[in-house]
């Protein structure tokens, strides 16, 4: 018994060594795993976070990005290890067989466990150190943060990381002594060759999945920017995991047996081998490729969302706002328009600043409950998105502001929606009704985007002053009392110097007559810059992540499927097959089961666009042509990064398969 328990640490260590084709790719993505998770820790717990200006958003995203990373971390690294079981299943039943009892496989299974456990944290946590700061520095250059920090250690992170690699591991080893327990040594050591059953009621899993499949496109193509479209975003990503499931096992299983029966193509050597031995496995078969697919999917997804996002980030905070600074007067009377300017222009000259950009309007501003055709004074105070705010303008103010010379002709009036069309010929403001002259398609009060279902102000343009004050006093404005007047620009030259203008220009139009707001928005751009500064950081890593997930499922597939097939493959050979054959075989084999997931993937990718389009929306993202190019992009660099993993993993397959017994 002593003796038998000495050597057990020394066969764990033996075993990790011998067994290091499958043993070290799994250590290296734990290692990967572990050191995302500590890093995503460390930037998180981190005391300086607290400190930084605008650090509560990028504190959010990263909290919110590391549980998901932990939700992600437990399912991967639990499908990795049942590769590994399932490979040492025939090893651990001739230990069996050769009088070691259950429980010192147990045991000895348990110093695997314990080496690999401290080999992870080890690694994670040295690499961790090493690479923080450049990781932390990373962050806080795409949140557009001061880098002029220093970057302490946390030893709870440490001791998070510990942790949580601790429960995964003793997770995966209870799963492996359960199934190591419950198996007797005959069948441990024909476990990894045993062949699947073939699913029932194929035809019914594939209405399944095709419905589940179309109900998820359908979803994502009729994707609108409301307050539903989170909701509707992962019931979509996940019928449209359930339909891939689905068809990969249903569909695969029809498609072989549809090639099984064309007996002229199945009795051919290289097609024989290849379709015997996916039906040999499908179910394992179907679920690794669906696994393959919904990962590729992730990275092209999260890529393409983190690169538009990257490249059009000045393009989504500007839309957030008209100018950078903006100045409001409210009332009957306001200075005249040529003060203003007056004023503001000298106090620009004094500082060196230039004034881009100038908008200069005014106008009356209502609420009214949108019903129909009609707007409304009362309405559902529960139901927010159908409140709209409407601007007023006479057609002067608005040939002053647009510089055109419309007309409008009384009892009509120009529309502009900020969203969707309005897309009616009449309009009724209460009993109140007016004809839609035209309904207008830019201005530069608004930028107009169809798909923001988010979208609640209207422009609307008057003949005169008389009817817009009739329709303002329907809801109880006064559209002489009430007239506002707004004056924005954006400023250009040092950014000392534009703190300098800003602080004069506020102290001089406060002493003005009517004057009401000034607005500064510089400092809420930056805060908007720092939060999707966190998004690219998260973007970034998850991206990384998925991509090493998909590459570590690729190469266990290939490795798995290897092992089981050089028996076939040596028995082909003994009847005369040679290495050609073997050749051309082996590639006919590998790309019929990974073309499929990448065409699954970019077609997921290419469906899900517009649906990503519209989750974008939700920042102020709407520049459709340059997710289209992003999304064209990627799926090309993607694509000739898959083929080239595939074919890399293809050779590990051939020389598994090569090899004599």
Sequence with gaps: MNKHLSLLP??????????????????????????TYFVFDLVKSNDIMDTLPRAVYVTMLVGIGFSLLGIIMIPFLYYTNSFLIKRRKKELGLYSILGLEKKHIGIMMLYESLIMYVIVVVSAIVLGLI??????????????????????????????????????????????????????????????????????????????????????????????LDSMIFTDFF???????????FLFTSGSIASLRFLKGRKKF?????????????????????????????????????????????????????????????????????????????????LAKRNQIELQDVLSYSYVEIRAFKKDNAF?????????????????????????LEGTQVTVRPGEILLLSEGADYGGDSVYFEEREYQIQEELKESKVVKKVPENGFADIYVVVFADREELDQVSQ??????????????????EGVQENIDNFSRELEAYV???????????????????????????????????IFLICLLIIMYYKQITEGVEDQKNFDIMQKVGMGDREIRRTIKKQISMVFILPLLGAI?????????????????????????????????????????????RTSIAYYRIVRKMN
């Excluded at 932390?136 to 946390?154: R, T, Y």
């Excluded at 899993?205 to 193509?221: D, E, F, K, N, R």
């Excluded at 950078?324 to 306001?334: D, L, P, T």
């Excluded at 666009?609 to 999304?631: H, P, Q, R, T």
Aim: proline content about 2%.
């Design 376 to 400: 409304l004074k009362e309405g559902d105070s529960y139901n927010y998105s159908n409140w709209k705010t409407f601007l007023l303008m006479t057609e002067e103010e608005y040939n002053l």
């Design 10 to 35: 020394r066969m764990a260590a033996n075993n990790i060594r011998k067994n290091g084709q499958v043993y070290f790719p799994y250590l290296g993505v734990s290692i990967f795993a572990m050191f």
């Design 131 to 224: 690479f923080s700061k450049l990781i932390f520095l990373l962050l806080l250059n795409l949140a557009k943060m001061p880098v002029e920090v220093e970057f302490g250690i946390s030893i709870g992170a440490i001791t998070d990381t510990l942790g949580f690699y601790a429960f995964i591991t003793g997770l995966n080893l209870l799963v492996n002594l359960i199934q190591v327990g419950k198996a007797n040594p005959v069948e441990l050591m024909s476990d990894s060759k045993r062949g699947e059953k073939e699913p029932k009621l194929i035809w019914l899993w594939s209405v399944i999945g095709v419905a589940a499949l179309v109900l998820g496109y359908q979803m994502a193509v009729n994707a609108q």
């Design 474 to 491: 329907i809801y109880g404005v006064d559209g002489y009392e009430s007239r506002s007047y707004l004056y924005g620009f954006l400023p």
């Design 603 to 647: 077609c997921h990718s290419a469906i899900g666009a517009k649906m990503v389009y519209v989750l974008l929306g939700s920042i102020g993202f709407f520049e459709k042509e340059l997710l289209n190019v992003c999304a064209l992009g990627i799926c090309l660099v993607f694509a000739v990064v898959y083929i080239l993993s595939y074919r």
């Design 235 to 245: 019931l979509a990503v996940f019928l449209v995991i359930i339909g891939t499931y």
């Design 510 to 544: 406060n002493g003005l007559k009517g004057f009401a707001q000034y607005k500064d928005y510089r400092e809420l751009m930056k805060e908007r810059e720092s939060m999707y500064g966190g998004l690219l950081f998260i973007g970034i890593f998850f991206g990384a």
């Design 266 to 346: 199945y009795y051919r050597p290289e097609n024989f081998i290849t379709i015997s031995g996916m039906l040999y496995r499908m179910k394992k078969s179907a679920a690794s490729l669906s696994n393959i697919c919904i990962f590729s999917t992730m990275v092209i997804i999260t890529v393409v969302c983190t690169t538009a996002v990257y490249m059009g980030m000045d393009v989504i905070v500007a839309s957030s706002f008209s100018r950078e600074i903006e100045i409001y007067y409210y009332g009957k009377e306001w200075v005249e328009e040529e003060v203003l300017r007056e004023g503001a222009m000298e």
